[in-house]
C-alpha cells in the first residue's frame, strides 16, 4: 500500500466500508416490513406458524441491526477523516439529511426494543404489530434520508458556488433533486427483495433438508411471494432509472452501454469486449432498445460519450456492472415466478422440485451481488465526480499519509463483525431449533400448505 496515494487508498476504504454496510442497511430495511407481513398474516388468520416466524425473524433482525449501526457509524467518521475538502464544500447540503436519518434510526430502535418485549402482552394482538409500523418506517426513513444524500451528489441542486464554499444554501431543494425519486424507490425496492430472497432462501433450506412441515412450506410461500413483487417492482423503476440517466447522466448511461456516438434509434449493447480500436465485439446487439429505454421510442436520441471531454468520462468497466445487474435481476423474477408456476412444471404436482428450490435458495446471494453492483455502478459511473460538474474525488480527499493502516484495521474489523455475525445466528437458532419451538407450542404436527 505504500505506492497507493491516499486519495486511491481513501477510495478503497470507503469502498470497502459501503461493500459491508449495504448488505446489513438493506436488511433493516427490508425484514421489518416481511416480519409485519408475517404477523399481520398470523392474526388475520388466526395462524400461530406465521406469529412464530415473525417471532423467529425480529431475533435475528437485531443482530443485523448491530452489525449495521456500527458500519454506519464508520461511514460517518470516514466522511470527516478522509473527505475533508468535500465536508467542507458540502457540509451544509448534507447536514439536514444527515441529521434526519440520526432521528429517523432513533425511532426505529425505540420501537424495536419495545416490539421485541411485549410480545404476549396485548389481548388485541393488532395492538403488538402497530408497534412495528414505527420500526418499518423508520428504517425506510433512514434508507430515503441517506440515499436523498447520494442523489444530492449526482445531480447537485439549491445552492450556489462561490470561492470554493456552497453559499445561498436551500436544504429542501437540494434534498429533493431530480436524482431523489428513483433513486430512493430503487433502493427500497431492491432493501425488501433482498430480506425476501435471504428469508425465502432459509424456508428452502429447511425443505432441500427434508423438512417437510406446513411451517416451512408457509414461510416458503410468504417470502417467494413478496420476492416476486419486490423484484418485479425493482424492475420496473430500474426502467424509470434508465431514462432519468439519459436525462440528467447521459455520460453514465452512454458508459453503461458503450454508446459512443449519438444518435437515433440507438442499439443496446449487451456483453461483448473493446477491442485496441475501440471496436465493440462478440456483444449481443438489440436494434433501438437504448433509444426505447432512454425515451420509450425507437427515434429517441441519445447522447454519445464523443459529446464530453475524455477526462470527465466514466470508466468504461461499468458497462459490466450494469449487464450483470440486469441479468440479476431477471433471474430474481424468472425463479419466483416458476415457483408461482410450480404446479405446472415437471415434478411440481408432487411438491417442490429440488432445481427450483435450489434456485430459491440462491435468490438471497443473487439479490446481495445485485444490490452491490448497483451501488458501484452509481459510484464508479459517477466519476471522476464527487458533486458531479463541482468537485472531483482527487480535490476532496484527504492527503494524510495515515489512511493505509486505516484501511487494514478496518477491513480486519468488518470480517470480525461479519464472523462474528454469523457465528452469532447460527448458534441462536441452532440451540433452540424451529422443531422444538413448533413441539413446545403445539405445532408439532402437519404437513400440509
Same mark, same amino acid.
Given at each position: 500500500m505504500a505506492n497507493l496515494d491516499p486519495v486511491t487508498l481513501s477510495r478503497m476504504l470507503t469502498g470497502l466500508t459501503l461493500f459491508v454496510h449495504i448488505v446489513f442497511a438493506s436488511i433493516g430495511v427490508g425484514v421489518p416490513l416481511m416480519i409485519a407481513l408475517a404477523?399481520?398474516?398470523?392474526?388475520?388468520?388466526?395462524?400461530?406458524?406465521?406469529t412464530l416466524l415473525?417471532?423467529?425473524?425480529?431475533?435475528?433482525?437485531?443482530?443485523?441491526?448491530?452489525?449495521?449501526?456500527?458500519?454506519?457509524?464508520?461511514?460517518?467518521?470516514?466522511?470527516?477523516?478522509?473527505?475533508?475538502?468535500?465536508?467542507?464544500?458540502a457540509g451544509q447540503a448534507i447536514a439536514l439529511p444527515l441529521f434526519m436519518e440520526t432521528f429517523a434510526f432513533f425511532v426505529e430502535a425505540i420501537f424495536l426494543g419495545i416490539y421485541l418485549y411485549t410480545w404476549d402482552r396485548f389481548k388485541n394482538k393488532l395492538l403488538h404489530l402497530l408497534l412495528l409500523i414505527p420500526v418499518a418506517i423508520g428504517s425506510s426513513a433512514s434508507a430515503f434520508f441517506i440515499t436523498t444524500l447520494n442523489a444530492f451528489m449526482n445531480t447537485p441542486q439549491g445552492f450556489t458556488l462561490k470561492n470554493g464554499v456552497i453559499a445561498d444554501f436551500q436544504p429542501l431543494v437540494a434534498m429533493f433533486n431530480p436524482a431523489t425519486p428513483t433513486k430512493v424507490?430503487?433502493?427500497l425496492a431492491s432493501s425488501y427483495t433482498v430480506s425476501a430472497g435471504i428469508l425465502a432462501g432459509v424456508a428452502?433450506?429447511?425443505?432441500?433438508r427434508g423438512r417437510e412441515?406446513?411451517?416451512?412450506?408457509?414461510?416458503?410461500?410468504?417470502?417467494?411471494?413478496?420476492?416476486?413483487?419486490?423484484a418485479l417492482a425493482t424492475a420496473m423503476i430500474g426502467d424509470f432509472s434508465g431514462k432519468f440517466l439519459?436525462?440528467?447522466?447521459?455520460?453514465?448511461?452512454?458508459?453503461?452501454?458503450?454508446?459512443?456516438?449519438?444518435?437515433?434509434?440507438?442499439p443496446l449493447i449487451y456483453g461483448g469486449v473493446l477491442d485496441e480500436a475501440g471496436n465493440v465485439r462478440y456483444a449481443l446487439e438489440i436494434p433501438y432498445a437504448l433509444s426505447i429505454l432512454a425515451g420509450n421510442s425507437p427515434d429517441t436520441r441519445v447522447i454519445g460519450l464523443e459529446e464530453f471531454p475524455e $477526462?470527465?468520462?466514466?470508466?468504461?468497466?461499468?458497462?459490466?456492472?450494469? $449487464?450483470?445487474?440486469?441479468?440479476?435481476?431477471?433471474?430474481?423474477?424468472?425463479?419466483?415466478?416458476?415457483?408461482?408456476?410450480?404446479?405446472?412444471?415437471?415434478?411440481?404436482k408432487k411438491g417442490y422440485p429440488v432445481w427450483l428450490l435450489l434456485g430459491i435458495l440462491a435468490l438471497g446471494p443473487l439479490a446481495m451481488v445485485a444490490i452491490e453492483l448497483g451501488w458501484m455502478f452509481a459510484e464508479f459511473g459517477r466519476q471522476p465526480w464527487i458533486i458531479r460538474g463541482y468537485m472531483k474525488v482527487g480535490e476532496a480527499a484527504t492527503t494524510s499519509e495515515s489512511v493505509g493502516p486505516m484501511l487494514l484495521l478496518f477491513a480486519v474489523l468488518y470480517l470480525v463483525l461479519c464472523l462474528s455475525c454469523i457465528l452469532v445466528l447460527s448458534r441462536m437458532f441452532r440451540n433452540k431449533d424451529v422443531l422444538t419451538e413448533l413441539r413446545q407450542a403445539g405445532l408439532e404436527g402437519g404437513k400440509g400448505q
Amino acid at each position: 500500500m505504500a505506492n497507493l496515494d491516499p486519495v486511491t487508498l481513501s477510495r478503497m476504504l470507503t469502498g470497502l466500508t459501503l461493500f459491508v454496510h449495504i448488505v446489513f442497511a438493506s436488511i433493516g430495511v427490508g425484514v421489518p416490513l416481511m416480519i409485519a407481513l408475517a404477523e399481520w398474516r398470523g392474526i388475520r388468520a388466526a395462524d400461530p406458524h406465521y406469529t412464530l416466524l415473525a417471532r423467529r425473524w425480529a431475533r435475528g433482525f437485531v443482530i443485523s441491526v448491530a452489525i449495521g449501526v456500527v458500519t454506519g457509524t464508520s461511514i460517518g467518521l470516514q466522511l470527516s477523516l478522509l473527505w475533508p475538502t468535500f465536508m467542507r464544500v458540502a457540509g451544509q447540503a448534507i447536514a439536514l439529511p444527515l441529521f434526519m436519518e440520526t432521528f429517523a434510526f432513533f425511532v426505529e430502535a425505540i420501537f424495536l426494543g419495545i416490539y421485541l418485549y411485549t410480545w404476549d402482552r396485548f389481548k388485541n394482538k393488532l395492538l403488538h404489530l402497530l408497534l412495528l409500523i414505527p420500526v418499518a418506517i423508520g428504517s425506510s426513513a433512514s434508507a430515503f434520508f441517506i440515499t436523498t444524500l447520494n442523489a444530492f451528489m449526482n445531480t447537485p441542486q439549491g445552492f450556489t458556488l462561490k470561492n470554493g464554499v456552497i453559499a445561498d444554501f436551500q436544504p429542501l431543494v437540494a434534498m429533493f433533486n431530480p436524482a431523489t425519486p428513483t433513486k430512493v424507490a430503487h433502493v427500497l425496492a431492491s432493501s425488501y427483495t433482498v430480506s425476501a430472497g435471504i428469508l425465502a432462501g432459509v424456508a428452502a433450506f429447511s425443505l432441500l433438508r427434508g423438512r417437510e412441515h406446513a411451517y416451512f412450506k408457509k414461510a416458503l410461500k410468504l417470502t417467494v411471494v413478496s420476492s416476486f413483487v419486490f423484484a418485479l417492482a425493482t424492475a420496473m423503476i430500474g426502467d424509470f432509472s434508465g431514462k432519468f440517466l439519459a436525462k440528467y447522466q447521459p455520460e453514465k448511461l452512454a458508459a453503461a452501454e458503450w454508446h459512443f456516438e449519438t444518435m437515433e434509434r440507438a442499439p443496446l449493447i449487451y456483453g461483448g469486449v473493446l477491442d485496441e480500436a475501440g471496436n465493440v465485439r462478440y456483444a449481443l446487439e438489440i436494434p433501438y432498445a437504448l433509444s426505447i429505454l432512454a425515451g420509450n421510442s425507437p427515434d429517441t436520441r441519445v447522447i454519445g460519450l464523443e459529446e464530453f471531454p475524455e $477526462d470527465v468520462r466514466p470508466p468504461l468497466l461499468i458497462h459490466y456492472m450494469f $449487464d450483470l445487474k440486469v441479468t440479476i435481476g431477471a433471474l430474481l423474477v424468472l425463479i419466483p415466478f416458476l415457483y408461482l408456476l410450480r404446479r405446472y412444471l415437471p415434478g411440481g404436482k408432487k411438491g417442490y422440485p429440488v432445481w427450483l428450490l435450489l434456485g430459491i435458495l440462491a435468490l438471497g446471494p443473487l439479490a446481495m451481488v445485485a444490490i452491490e453492483l448497483g451501488w458501484m455502478f452509481a459510484e464508479f459511473g459517477r466519476q471522476p465526480w464527487i458533486i458531479r460538474g463541482y468537485m472531483k474525488v482527487g480535490e476532496a480527499a484527504t492527503t494524510s499519509e495515515s489512511v493505509g493502516p486505516m484501511l487494514l484495521l478496518f477491513a480486519v474489523l468488518y470480517l470480525v463483525l461479519c464472523l462474528s455475525c454469523i457465528l452469532v445466528l447460527s448458534r441462536m437458532f441452532r440451540n433452540k431449533d424451529v422443531l422444538t419451538e413448533l413441539r413446545q407450542a403445539g405445532l408439532e404436527g402437519g404437513k400440509g400448505q
